[in-house]
C-alpha cells in the first residue's frame, strides 16, 4: 500500500486489496447498531464532515462493528487501521432497501449516501456530476426536460420528501 494514500473498507473488503486487510489484527462483533455519538473530527481526518446523523440507522439491524485493532469512532461503526491508512465504514447505502414505501429505511440509504461520499471525497477519490455542464447548455423550450432529476438526487423525489408539504402556502 502506498504512503499517504487511504484504502476505504465498506463492509467487505476491497477486491485486490484483501491481502492489506486480512493483515490487520482488528475484530469485528456483530451487534445491533441504530446510533453512535462522536465530537467534531479535525479538517486534516478522513472523518472531517461527518456526524453522528450520518451514522444513525432507522432500521437497526445487526452489522459487523469494529471492535478492536483501530481507532473506533463511536460504536465501531467508523474506524481508521492504527498502523496503516485504512477507513473502515461498516454502514453502507447498498445495504439498504427501500422499496414499497419505507421511507425511514429511505432516509437512512440517503444518509449513507452522504456518510459514503463523504469519506471519498476526504480521501481525493474523484467524482463527477452534470450539474456544473448544465449551466453551459441552456433549457430547450420546445422540450419537457427534467435535468434537474438527473445529478441532484439520489432518486426520484417523492410527495414526502417536501418538508413544506402540509403548509399551505
Not at 444518509?111 to 474523484?126: A, Y
Request: charged fraction near 20%.
Amino acid at each position: 500500500m502506498d504512503q499517504g494514500r487511504r484504502t476505504f473498507a465498506g463492509n467487505r473488503p476491497l477486491p485486490g486489496r484483501s491481502q492489506c486487510i486480512i493483515a490487520f489484527k482488528g475484530h469485528h462483533e456483530n451487534e445491533e447498531h441504530i446510533a453512535a455519538f462522536f465530537d467534531t473530527m479535525s479538517t486534516t481526518s478522513p472523518f472531517a464532515g461527518v456526524g453522528p446523523a450520518d451514522v444513525h440507522n432507522r432500521a437497526p439491524k445487526e452489522i459487523p462493528l469494529v471492535s478492536a485493532g483501530a481507532g473506533i469512532i463511536g460504536n465501531g461503526v467508523l474506524a481508521m487501521a492504527e498502523n496503516a491508512n485504512v477507513v473502515f465504514c461498516q454502514l453502507v447505502p447498498w445495504q439498504f432497501d427501500y422499496s414499497n414505501e419505507k421511507h425511514n429505511i429511505k432516509q437512512t440509504f440517503r444518509r449513507t449516501s452522504f456518510l459514503l461520499s463523504r469519506l471519498m471525497g476526504n480521501m481525493n477519490v474523484e467524482s463527477s456530476t452534470p450539474l456544473l455542464a448544465r449551466f453551459n447548455s441552456p433549457v430547450d423550450n420546445n422540450k419537457t426536460e427534467k435535468r434537474w432529476l438527473d445529478g441532484l438526487y439520489l432518486d426520484p423525489p417523492e410527495e414526502w420528501d417536501d418538508p413544506y408539504r402540509f403548509f399551505r402556502w
